[in-house]
């Protein structure tokens, strides 16, 4: 997919830091990583994340997307009850930003900014239905219809995660909890584990896939997409449950699309604040 030659400004929202990148031509030009006081109060952090903005900004910038582990309100661009900063219940970041940059600004959760990068700048590019799937400490996911992210009236669209599954949620086995709630052992522990080679952990491993193929039965029925790209740090031990997780999804009752659907995992280190960044071409397409 070509992109415009506009310079755009992504900004990944995490806990304790934000990342910020001046996108241009699919490429971040300049990057900045700045630390953010996580339990300051909502102005302060406000100061932080904008002073970090100012770092990257120049005028040939023509929009600004923001990326936050949160629920938000994507037509007014307020952010709710962000993780990992309790000062944050409802900020509106759009506001602020557009107000300090004269610019415009989209802003929507991490995983739907995870899928819309992987359909701008990613596997995703191919493809017009496809949904992204953040396996990481939960089940995250954004859905690419026609070309255009879904997320629904209240940004609910694809929490899969949330799903009620055996005693109870999918995330609970098909993310980094299932290894500390089934086995008390962390998902690193068991990732080295296995890479050397530990029958017990590469059986872990085979459990999970199998909860994995149950995963991605429910998002194709749900869905029915082309492709559903991994990302995430569990994602990362994709060659250690691939082969459980397709196994399960023999079962899947429609044998043409389980023939055509594409699973891969994201290759892209800089996806989330490209996928913030391509919030401004997906509203573009409206």
Same mark, same amino acid.
């Given at each position: ?44 952090? !406000?100061?932080?994340? !904008?002073?970090? !903005? ?6 040939? !910038? ?33 506001? =602020? ?22 359909? $701008?700048?990613?596997?995703? =590019? ?24 879904? &997320? ?12 009620? $599954? ?12 299932? @290894?500390?709630? &089934? @086995? ?30 149950d995963a991605l039965m429910i998002i194709m029925l749900a869905v029915d997409p082309e492709a559903i790209i991994l990302g995430g740090s569990v994602s990362r031990d994709f060659p250690f449950f691939e082969r459980a997780m397709r196994e399960r999804m023999k079962i899947f009752p429609y044998h043409k699309t389980l023939e055509r659907i594409v699973i891969e995992v994201s290759d892209q280190p800089q996806i989330a604040i490209l996928g913030a960044a391509a919030l401004y071409y997906d509203a573009r397409q409206g």
């Open positions: 997919m070509a992109m415009a030659k506009e310079a755009i400004i992504g900004i990944d929202m995490g806990g304790t830091k934000v990342g910020i990148g001046r996108v241009e031509e699919g490429r971040i030009i300049r990057h900045v990583s700045a630390a953010v006081s996580a339990q300051g109060s909502e102005q302060q952090v !406000v100061e932080e994340v !904008v002073g970090a !903005v100012e770092q990257v900004f120049d005028p040939a !910038v023509a929009g600004i997307g923001v990326g936050v582990p949160s629920v938000v309100d994507v037509e007014k661009g307020i952010v709710y009850d962000v993780q990992n900063i309790p000062s944050w219940k409802e900020v509106p970041v759009k506001e =602020i930003l557009e107000r300090r940059f004269g610019r415009p600004v989209y802003v929507n959760n991490d995983a739907n900014c995870f899928a819309v990068g992987e359909k $701008y700048f990613g596997k995703g =590019i191919r493809f017009r239905h496809l949904v992204g799937l953040i396996v990481g400490t939960g089940l995250g996911a954004g859905i690419i219809l026609n070309g255009r992210l879904y &997320s629904g009236p209240n940004c609910g669209a694809g929490e899969f995660g949330m799903i009620l $599954y055996k005693d109870s949620i999918l995330e609970h086995y098909s993310s980094g909890q299932y @290894f500390t709630r &089934s @086995f008390g052992i962390r998902g690193e522990d068991v990732h080295s584990r296995a890479g050397r080679g530990d029958r017990e952990a590469l059986d872990i491993f085979e459990r999970f896939g199998a909860h994995m193929g």
